[in-house]
């Protein structure tokens, strides 16, 4: 983290420019198949391998996606967007150019919200993916580079910031809720160990106070949160050493190498004229008609922020409950069908967030696999709230739940260990205890108090841990007093 002498010197200002892959079945412009994993370039064709005369085909699932997006982020979406050329030479890219999107984007000005803070999207755009270039070997002796284009031609929507954020830990908390708006929307599934999310950032300082941003350097191979996290750490700490020692900073662009946490110079920061970029003679504009726009808007789920306020107001939940259990959107609908059977949310959400999770987490298992349906964790707080078993039973009952994903009720038979809650039964068996411990309530009624934790644990034994405890101990003192 920045020290605070830096921090009081100088303002960091960055933006983020995040890929987001979207989840299509098939590429943005042919048929291939947009599935991760498969033998290196057996998901191509003339299309996405760039032979001449092949033309491109938009993939309307793509913009029903990128629509989703945008729309998500609350951007406005643009009536008619252009696809451009985005012209550079690089091994994967077999056309020598790039189909994106470039001065009419498909969607602008939407924002991110954070805790306190407002983070405006400047733009939000469709373009295909690149493929991937693999270097295989050990350093210092001689390598290997291949071509897999089983990437080329995935859709992506790209997301600019703008340049809002203003600190490292800012950009993790961004990042974090673009990431977790995306899953809601169901329009990736943001994977980055498997490119699904990636980001690059833009970083700058200027002297507090000053309006004017400074020059800023854009970093890669972020493909981490924590990457990101300690590559603005570093830069920012970089940049003011340059700038302190009367140095200027250069407009590049650096690469992040996490084995030692430090930016490396990758090369000069292209400018856009550098890419050349023109209208994409082979696809016709974009036109999105309002009433494709509205249907695509109708569909949208609530979004984690408004599903974390309604929660609280709904259910109770304190905003740490609410913000557990909207982690994911599987996980808030799991809890809400769970609280709509039950007279105490609080208590299905602690069974949720706090047994249930731990077992998810130690199995490595998921919502989809877990034997326990909501339903089993709403009965299973009614039997505690009816005084049917308690609360350390019911850890008993629900390891069982877990373990073979039957009903409470049923396992609280089997089991044996409902409580005894009726006063007539309890009775016989105090005055059983009583009875065979006439010393101990002899010393009792003398005044002896403490010996009540006794008589209760006899009771309890008698009863082989079935007693209500509550009820045992307003007897035993009924009784023995």
Known sequence: MPSAALLERYEPVIGLEVHVQLNTRSKIFCSCSTQFGEPPNSLTCPVCLGLPGALPVLNREAVDKAMRAALGLGARV??????????????????????????????????????????GVTRLHLEEDAGKNIHEGIPGTERSSFVDLNRAGVPLVEIVSEPDIRSPE???????????????????????????????????????GQEKFGTKVEVKNLNSFRYLQRA???????????????????????LFHPGD?????????EQ????????????????????????????????????????????????YDAQLLTASRALADYFERAAAGSPNPKA???????????????????????????????????????????????????????????????LVERMGVRQISDSSALEAII????????????QYRAGKTPLLAFFVGQVMKASRGQAAPGLANELLRKKLG
């Open 272 to 319: 856009a004229h550098d890419y050349r970029y023109f209208p994409e003679p082979d696809l016709a504009p974009l036109e999105v008609s309002a009433e494709w726009r509205s249907a695509i808007e109708a569909s949208l789920p609530e979004l984690p922020q408004a599903k974390r306020q309604r929660l609280q107001a709904q259910y109770g939940l304190s905003p």
């Open 78 to 119: 643009h009536s008619v967007s252009v696809f451009a050329r985005k012209n550079y030479f690089y091994p994967d890219l077999p056309k020598g150019y790039q189909i994106s999107q470039y001065d009419q984007p498909l969607a602008e000005h939407g924002q991110v919200e954070l805790d306190g803070a407002r983070i």
């Open 232 to 254: 603005l750490e570093f830069e920012i700490e970089r940049q003011a050493e340059v700038l302190d020692q009367g140095g200027r900073i250069v407009q590049e662009t650096r």
């Open 431 to 442: 005055d059983q205890v009583i009875a065979a411990n006439p010393a101990q309530a002899a």
């Open 348 to 410: 299905v959400a602690n069974w949720i967030m706090g047994d249930f999770t731990a077992h998810l987490n130690n199995t490595g298992g998921t919502l989809a696999s877990a034997k326990v349906r909501p339903e089993h964790i709403a009965a299973l707080v009614r039997l505690i709230e009816d005084g049917a078993i308690s609360g350390k039973t019911a850890k008993d009952v629900f390891a069982a739940m877990l373990a073979e994903g039957i009903e409470p009720q049923a």
């Open 170 to 208: 800012q950009a993790h908390a961004y990042l974090t809720r673009l990431k977790e708006i995306m899953l809601y929307l169901e329009v990736s599934d943001c994977n980055m160990e498997e490119g699904s999310l990636r980001c690059d950032a833009n970083v700058s300082l200027r002297p507090r």
């Open 261 to 269: 946490g430090r930016t490396a110079s990758m090369r000069s920061k």
